[in-house]
């Protein structure tokens, strides 16, 4: 054949046969050598797989109290906050910073806490590290002012509040009252009040200027409060009206008694005059009598001895006293009626007493204020006590009470107690019996006897006969606890017999 090959048929077929199998080696290798490349990329890939799992490393993260782990390849801050999924806001502080690559594995993010800051007409969303809310508000150049207020979550704050008391994943409401200028005319006396008052009444309360019904106040107390106003206040005086028998209490803003008087509808007629008189000025408590005159009158006085009270005063501590009213005399007058006629006198008779001046109570405060204190003693112990009580102490035994030794009560107290040592006599008016006592340089003691003797400020040492100390000097007398019911306590006990003070 032209091509060289043979054409003989099986020359031909061993050709073809021949080529077959060359094709088929060929293919084979073919696959085994993209076998062996898929192979070898695989193992590749698993290669690089371990060393990039390898790379995985456990990172704690701190977000304010919340504390947690990640797994991370990421070298450096920020990569490591986007691995955990971690989104800074404004002002958020985070360490180490987001450029550094982690050494420790360990980041903190401190959260900034989110206020909405009303003020000025504005609304101001502010995030802030800061510690305090002054410290924040300057921080969103809000300065506050003197006398300004600020309400966080309707509540009136300081400046100082520490914002940490507040949780940290909470957003803060906070509103900026501007204090508002007022200028007061209070009686001609100029004073500048800054108020957040939403009305002027409420700014007055709230500057505790009291108002009476009879004061007059520019504008209306319900009136809103605005920069620049100013407050007029013409203030009322207290005034007293004694007429026609009845006593009339009210306010004035009249100058003279006689303006007084026809406000509130009280005519003079004939020689009818008051005390003071009609042109004097009304005075702060003024008290006004009107005199109605249809004759003379001649009038004498006496005076009336004032009554002296005892008022209980919890504030003041047992034993201790307080004049609360300074008492004095009152006034006693009686008045000779004389009838003229004609100019002359026709008759002349007693009218009529009355007390012109009422008799001044003296009232005095007496404590009832139970204080109990500790009282160390000699042996290193304590007692409570509740009442001290300066006494004149004495001492007595058994044998020198009074009553002989056959007599069938020798040796027994007033309350059925064995006279002797640790038992003391007293006056019941001051201490009650049975009630535990403690004697400097006597020891502990029973209020267990009386005697004729003791009385008031007195206190009668009991001893054994064989060990008889005698005793003539002022003591410090304690009382120990639990005190008596209520009442059954003596508050006000005599005051006699009276310790002589020496002066030097």
């Given amino acids: 054949m032209g091509n060289g090959v043979s054409t003989d048929p099986a020359s031909y077929f061993d050709y073809r046969y021949s080529t077959s ?17 898929l192979v070898l990329t695989l193992l590749a890939l698993g290669g690089m797989g371990v060393g990039y799992a390898h790379t995985f490393r456990p990172v704690t993260l701190q977000v304010d109290q919340e504390t947690y782990t990640v797994l991370t390849n990421q070298q450096d801050v920020r990569g490591i906050l986007h691995d955990a999924a971690i989104a800074l806001l404004p002002r958020d502080i985070v360490s180490p910073t987001l450029t550094a690559r982690v050494l420790n594995p360990r980041i903190t993010v401190q959260r900034a806490r989110a206020l909405t800051i009303h003020a000025d007409g504005a609304t101001i969303h502010h995030r802030t590290q800061s510690r305090t809310l002054g410290e924040a508000l300057d921080e969103a150049h809000l300065f506050i002012k003197p006398h300004d207020r600020i309400v966080l979550d309707g509540v009136v ?34 004073t500048t009040l800054y108020t957040t008052a939403p009305t002027i009444g409420e700014a007055l309360r709230q500057a505790g200027l009291t108002l009476y019904l009879g004061d007059a106040v520019m504008p209306d107390l319900g009136t809103p409060v605005s920069p620049g106003w100013n407050v007029y206040m013409r203030r009322s005086r207290a005034a007293t009206i004694q007429v026609d028998g009845k006593t009339i209490q009210t306010r004035t803003r009249s100058e003279t008694i006689a303006g007084l008087l026809a406000q509130e509808g009280i005519e003079l007629q004939d020689k009818d005059y008051t005390i003071p008189p009609a042109t004097d000025i009304v005075r702060d408590d003024a008290r006004v009598q009107v005199i109605r005159v249809r004759e003379e009158f001649l009038t004498d006085a006496e005076y009336i001895p004032y009554e002296t009270v005892w008022q209980p005063d919890p504030t003041l501590e047992i034993d201790q006293r307080r004049v609360a009213q300074v008492g004095a005399e009152g006034v006693k007058k009686r008045t000779t009626r004389v009838v003229y006629e004609n100019g002359r006198e026709v008759r002349r008779t007693i009218e009529r007493e009355w007390i012109e001046t009422p008799p001044t109570t003296h009232i005095i405060n007496y404590g009832t204020k139970i204080v109990k204190r500790e009282l160390p003693l000699p042996d290193g112990s304590t007692v409570t006590y509740w009442r001290k ?113 020496t002066r030097h």
Avoid: C
């Fill in 21 to 37: 199998v060359a094709r088929r080696q060929w293919r084979r290798a073919l696959f085994n050598a993209h076998t062996a490349l």
């Fill in 157 to 190: 704050v300081e400046p100082s509040f520490a914002l940490a008391r507040v949780p940290n994943d909470h957003t803060l409401h906070v509103e900026v009252q501007r204090a508002v200028p007022l200028v007061i005319d209070d009686n001609g006396a100029h």
């Fill in 389 to 501: 009580v300066r006494m004149l102490a004495t001492s007595y035994t058994a044998a020198t009470s009074g009553k002989a030794r056959t007599h069938p009560e020798f040796g027994i107290t007033a309350t059925g107690m064995r006279a002797g040592l640790g038992v003391v006599a007293v006056d019941p008016r001051v201490i009650n019996l049975r009630s535990r006592l403690y004697i400097p340089g006597y020891g502990l003691a029973i209020a267990g006897d009386t005697g004729g003797g003791i009385k008031g400020k007195r206190i009668d040492l009991g001893y054994d006969e064989a060990n008889l100390v005698l005793w003539y000097k002022w003591v410090d007398v304690y009382v120990l606890d639990p005190p008596p019911p209520y009442d059954q306590i003596h508050w006000v006990i005599p005051d006699t017999p009276k310790e002589r003070t």
